[in-house]
Nanobody, 112 residues
Framework: QVQLGESGGGLVHSGGSLRLSCTAS????????IAWFRRVPGKQREAVSC????????YYHDSVKERFTISRDNARNTVYLQMNSLEPDDTAAYYC?????WGKGTLVTVSS
């Protein structure tokens, strides 16, 4: 069964860091582009970052450039999102995605 599972969310103060993990099961994550999205209640889902399957090319939303880093660990079939200098506006549920497969999300709360 193809699944994605996120972990690593939590409560941090503004300026703090978290590392989110997205672990794939039932398929090889490095064969696919993997994306991180976030959603705040009442707002549209937003694409935060993506890493390609071919050459590891990365994409970042303008609001997280220079603060977030996406990476892969193929041995662990996992994609990470390192989030530094967190701001209250980063508060959201974070989801990883490949095609039509979504994880259940992990909640990030940044206090001011």
């Amino acid at each position: 069964q193809v699944q994605l599972g996120e972990s690593g969310g939590g409560l941090v103060h503004s300026g703090g860091s978290l590392r989110l993990s997205c672990t794939a099961s039932g398929f090889r994550a490095n064969d696919y582009h993997i994306a991180w999205f976030r959603r705040v209640p009442g707002k549209q889902r937003e694409a935060v970052s993506c890493i390609s399957s071919h050459d590891g090319t990365t994409y970042y939303h303008d609001s997280v450039k220079e603060r977030f880093t996406i990476s892969r660990d193929n041995a662990r079939n996992t994609v990470y999102l390192q989030m530094n200098s967190l701001e209250p506006d980063d508060t959201a549920a974070y989801y990883c995605n490949v095609y039509n497969v979504w994880g259940k999300g992990t909640l990030v709360t940044v206090s001011s």
